[in-house]
């Protein structure tokens, strides 16, 4: 256990021996809670059992039940981050987002002071329920359709004086890609009531400290180009406005990082200076966002972590068999179980974790919607411990292993079946308690380590392992 957990204040410490464990719905938590408060921005970190952070929103009114921010607050997640929805059916309905945000906040705070929450803004899209829309709705590019009938996720549109109204839009529910105004980055004004808002949020407090630890920027990492891609009804832009949009967006990141010592960039290496915001994969080994494939997530996850960023892998949809006694369903083709996602997941994390890499298992951000989107997994009791050294990668005709072993004995091996799928492959995570997760029944440590070490030359056990400092 990492000593800087135990220098908390007393009094904090002493809040921490009224607040019982709260087990929640999925797996116990059986460890010893730690102080997760930040220290200079970064999250608090331990190889002891896998790192893990959360991700989520409630629309209902009032946001998160109190039964989920008990169980936040009492598990050790590094860090949460606070969705943009959260209590977005609550009066005023559909608008007042940021206050909203700091009210859950404040409530996760009063039971647990150290537990960072993150406040989500988006570098993009102009969130018609955020108080920052009623003044930056001057300054956006439209899209599809116009300000009087603009929806939030098809409900509750924002009519072009800012009010709400509980009425469906005459155009009925609108896509995702175009329900919201997109930024003029490449207007001056645009860019400085954006950073009003990162000191709006900035000035959020809880007693005498900042209430959000830091920011998610979403959308981190499009661009004009790529946007307009994405979104056909994009308007028509001369590339010199276009140029000058991308270094608008380039300056919201830097003005981010500027903000906070946190930042967390969606989906984007994003260089503010010296790898100052950590990165997250908003779909890690599956259909990432990006495109890339499973083999390509490990490797940008390996060559990033030994950057030294602080990394934030994200498997969505992901989860154990049920939730709150509902199935979950995993739309990646085939037959594809909730076992089989876990582990190919965290084996993939694991081969390419460093210090400061976070995994999150989640069905979802909206709880409302899918129970909770982030259990307390059995897997994150299980001893882990530092790796012993970087991944050892074997590439056989078209597939590809990743085996990895850490302190306490635990090891993980992943198979990825070509350098291009985004979701066939198999693994499996050995626990050094005796447990194991494998992605399919048919397959067990000892039978992928057998085919790993028939392949591996030179005889595995006789190769060293390489610290590359990455622990």
């Given at each position: 256990m990492l000593a800087r957990i135990y220098t908390a204040a007393a009094a904090a410490a002493a809040a921490w021996a009224l607040v019982p464990v709260y087990n929640g719905v999925c797996a116990t938590y059986t460890g010893t809670r730690p102080n997760v408060s930040m220290i200079k921005g970064v999250p608090y970190f331990s190889w002891d059992t896998l790192p893990v952070y959360a991700h989520m929103a409630a629309r209902t009114a009032g946001g998160l039940s109190n039964d989920i921010v008990q169980f936040v607050a009492t598990h050790p997640f590094s860090l949460l981050v606070l969705d943009k929805s959260e209590d977005l059916d609550g009066v005023p309905v559909g608008a007042g987002g940021e206050n909203k945000l700091a009210a859950t906040a404040r409530r996760i705070k009063a039971v647990n002071p150290d537990m960072p929450v993150i406040f989500y803004q988006n570098?993009?899209?102009?969130?018609?329920?955020?108080?920052?829309?009623?003044?930056?709705?001057?300054?956006?590019?439209?899209?599809?359709?116009?300000?009087?009938?603009?929806?939030?996720?098809?409900?509750?549109?924002?009519?072009?004086?800012?009010?709400?109204?509980?009425?469906?839009?005459?155009?009925?529910?609108?896509?995702?890609?175009?329900?919201?105004?997109?930024?003029?980055?490449?207007?001056?004004?645009?860019?400085?009531?954006?950073?009003?808002?990162?000191?709006?949020?900035?000035?959020?407090?809880?007693?005498?400290?900042?209430?959000?630890?830091?920011?998610?920027?979403?959308?981190?990492?499009?661009?004009?180009?790529?946007?307009?891609?994405?979104?056909?009804t994009w308007i028509g832009l001369p590339a010199s406005v276009v140029a000058n949009w991308d270094d608008g967006h380039a300056n919201v990141m830097r003005a981010s990082a500027d903000a906070f010592a946190f930042a967390l960039a969606n989906n984007k290496n994003f260089n503010a200076g010296a790898n100052r915001l950590a990165r997250s994969y908003e779909k890690f080994m599956f259909f990432d966002v990006t495109g890339m494939s499973m083999y390509d997530s490990v490797l940008d996850l390996i060559q990033q972590a030994a950057k030294g960023r602080t990394l934030f892998a994200n498997t969505n949809p992901c989860g154990p068999s049920t939730i709150n006694g509902k199935a979950l369903t995993f739309n990646l083709g085939g037959t594809k179980t909730a076992t089989y996602v876990r582990a190919i997941s965290m084996a993939g994390f694991l081969a390419g974790a460093c210090r400061n890499s976070y995994y999150a298992c989640a069905h979802g951000y909206m709880v409302d919607a899918n129970g909770y989107p982030t259990c307390w997994l059995d897997e994150y009791n299980y001893p882990l411990g530092a790796p012993l050294g970087a991944a050892k990668h074997l590439s056989v005709d078209t597939a590809d292993y990743f085996y990895r072993k850490f302190a306490s004995g635990t090891y993980s091996i992943l198979k990825t079946n070509s350098r291009s799928t985004e979701t066939e492959g198999e693994a499996c995570v050995c626990w050094s308690n005796g447990v194991s997760l494998c992605s399919d029944s048919s397959i067990t440590c000892a039978s992928m380590l057998g085919i790993y070490t028939s392949k591996y030359t030179p005889a595995l056990e006789l190769d060293t392992w390489f610290d590359d400092g990455c622990a």
């Open positions: 570098t993009v899209k102009d969130v018609p329920y955020y108080d920052l829309f009623c003044r930056t709705r001057h300054f956006t590019l439209k899209n599809k359709h116009t300000l009087v009938n603009l929806a939030a996720h098809g409900e509750y549109p924002r009519r072009s004086d800012c009010t709400t109204t509980n009425t469906t839009t005459v155009s009925g529910k609108l896509t995702q890609s175009d329900e919201m105004p997109v930024y003029d980055l490449a207007n001056p004004a645009m860019i400085a009531a954006y950073e009003d808002q990162l000191a709006r949020i900035a000035s959020y407090s809880f007693g005498s400290a900042s209430l959000f630890s830091g920011i998610f920027l979403d959308l981190a990492e499009k661009s004009a180009a790529t946007y307009s891609k994405e979104t056909p």
